[in-house]
């Protein structure tokens, strides 16, 4: 999965949309619960991952999908929320469920254009 | 796969010489055809895994090996902790003991003629499948804690089977050492919907009968009688191992500097065993096998209720129950000296040889049951430890056919429904909530297993014994 922005908090957003992907049709998802989440970690590489780990775990208690996101990154610390809906099978044909994101080609970096990139390789 | 610096020292055995960081050679299983068509990041993982301290003999790579999480899936290696040997939570993956069981019974293929929508219907109606779904089971704390340290044997005492199944799973059903209080709150919290789910993905339940045997007496002892049906369960410790995952390969990672420790890849994430998190993790990992062992052993019973309503007669005594992601501490020989290792196989299943005593009493002259799940309309296969597997691989075999193919591209190659009537047309239904999901696992983005396990049987790491061919196939 990659994400692309012109920070590292939108490149977080899009990797996260990606990981909806995986699973479901975004544009089937509905807004209609907003879940926040805080994640903390020292480098932007753990961060995503601690980011992507933390939407799988609310999607995987809360047996629902988002097809939205809004990150914020301070000094290591990741403040946002994700949006969406509970799980309809019958609308959504969930695909698969993602068992985690792993450390594999992990990595949050800035390209020549000075956008910033962040992808990760998911279990599922 | 690129074949330079790779020495060929059998028909189907091929050894990589130890380079820059690798402590130990990496020693791959398969035959030129197989070997060619593996992706060369197999390779690499496979020398960095034998880069990691304290690994004994060789870094090995199954049949079926394919590009993995820092471990390549299929890869086999022992660490020895009087060596400062280490444990890796990217060794044993995010699905601690995903395994396969598998039932007998004496029901025939043409029973089950005339039954089959029905039963499809009832199986897929009693095993929760799929994204969102969820147990029958509420566990609090106190009930978590008992499952997690007690397994298919808790399971069984709340009611799902009978003491006889434990008699037919690693370990008794019960890995000793499990320590729930190495579990955090997420991972308990992400379990407590979901005992007895199967999951999604390449988990599943099958309907299967008795194809071929390629072993008569091995199949007698088995109990696997040509015709016959037979019941197979492939999935893992579900939420809250996948968790598990989760946390201690970060902790790891961040731990591992700390130990000195240069990871070539940081999925490969892993600490001393002999350290406060090494520790940790065996205890939080073997708990989630547990937790794998007890979600199997729901699913069989209630497996075993759906059979039941439809046809009265169905034993589903259980074959064999084992598991092909996981970390365990076994006794060796190496260079002639009995050693404790603890074996990581990841995507590899364990193959002890005729007359070891782990091996169940009935089944132990011909060998461990291995079981070889199949890909949803192909073979799935039963293959039994032999006396060779442990100079070569510490007793390991294969574990699948393994995927060839992306999910992304099987979807841009098959649609789902074209698939279940395709295979409908071929008497095998096909049951899952998502006809995308089904796309995701076509049969043709899987190598052939035939040749995996063929290839398994000449590099004398297990014998076969029985294909099975699939009649019902229930998936997430």
Request: hydrophobic share 40%; aromatic share 6%.
């Amino acid at each position: 999965m990659e994400g692309r922005g012109d920070t590292p908090a939108e490149a977080f957003e899009q990797t996260a949309m990606a990981l909806t992907a995986v699973v479901t049709d975004p544009a089937t998802l509905r807004d209609e619960v907003s879940v926040p989440i805080r994640c903390r970690a020292p480098d932007l590489d753990l961060l995503l991952f601690e980011w992507l780990n933390a939407v799988v775990y609310e999607m995987a208690t809360g047996r629902r999908l988002f097809g939205g996101f809004r990150v914020r990154i301070t000094d290591g610390e990741l403040t946002g929320e994700a949006r969406g809906e509970a799980v309809d099978v019958s609308r959504h044909t969930p695909a698969v469920e993602v068992k985690g994101a792993t450390f594999t080609e992990l990595s949050v970096r800035r390209d020549d254009d000075g956008r910033w990139r962040a992808r990760c390789v998911l279990d599922v | 796969m690129y074949l330079q610096d790779l020495h060929r020292e059998g028909e189907c055995r091929w050894r990589i010489d130890p380079t820059g960081a690798m402590r130990v050679p990496a020693v791959i299983y398969a035959d030129d055809a197989l070997l060619t068509d593996m992706d060369d990041k197999v390779r690499q993982q496979l020398c960095n895994v034998a880069s990691l301290p304290g690994i004994v003999g060789a870094a090995y790579a199954m049949p079926d090996a394919h590009w993995g999480y820092g471990f390549p899936i299929g890869g086999v290696a022992a660490f020895d902790a009087e060596q400062g040997g280490v444990v890796s939570a990217g060794g044993v993956g995010f699905d601690i003991s995903c395994g396969v069981r598998t039932l007998l019974s004496s029901c025939t293929r043409e029973d089950v003629r005339g039954f089959q929508e029905r039963l499809a219907h009832e199986l897929a109606r009693a095993i929760p499948a799929g994204v969102g779904s969820t147990g029958r089971l509420r566990l609090d704390d106190r009930e978590l804690d008992a499952m997690l340290t007690g397994g298919a044997r808790w399971a069984v005492t709340r009611g799902f089977g009978s003491v006889e199944d434990l008699e037919r799973i690693e370990e008794g059903g019960c890995i000793s050492g499990a320590d729930p209080g190495a579990i955090s709150e997420r991972a308990r919290r992400r379990q407590r919907d979901e005992m007895g789910t199967l999951g999604s993905g390449n988990h599943y339940l099958e309907v299967q009968w008795v194809a071929e045997v390629h072993d008569a007496d091995a199949a007698a002892a088995f109990g696997l009688a040509p015709g016959n049906i037979v019941v197979s369960i492939h999935c893992g410790s579900r939420g809250l191992g996948h968790q598990v995952g989760t946390d201690y390969l970060r902790d790891m990672v961040i731990a591992a500097p700390s130990f000195g420790l240069t990871l070539p890849d940081r999925e490969l994430a892993c600490a001393p065993i002999r350290s406060g998190i090494g520790t940790r993790y065996i205890g939080a990992m073997r708990a989630a096998m547990n937790c794998a062992l007890a979600n199997r052993q729901i699913l069989t019973h209630l497996c075993r209720e759906s059979f039941r309503s439809v046809l009265p007669g169905f034993e589903g005594q259980l074959l064999y129950d084992v598991s092909h992601n996981i970390c365990k501490e076994e006794r060796h020989t190496v260079d002639g000296r009995s050693r404790r290792l603890h074996v990581h196989r990841k995507g590899a299943t364990r193959a002890f040889a005729p007359g070891d005593a782990a091996v169940p009493e009935g089944l132990r002259a011909h060998g461990q049951p291995v079981l070889i799940g199949g890909s949803m309309g192909t073979a799935s296969f039963v293959l039994a430890g032999c006396e060779s597997g442990e100079a070569l691989a510490w007793s390991s075999a294969c574990h699948g056919a393994g995927r060839s193919m992306s999910r992304h591209q099987a979807t841009r190659q098959w649609r789902g429904r074209e698939l279940v009537d395709q295979l409908a047309g071929q008497g095998i239904l096909i049951r899952s909530p998502s006809l995308r999901g089904v796309a995701e696992e076509a049969p043709g983005a899987y190598k052939s297993v035939e040749r995996v396990v063929e290839v398994a049987e000449r590099a004398g790491l297990a014998r076969r014994v029985a294909r099975l061919q699939p009649l019902i196939c229930v998936k997430g």
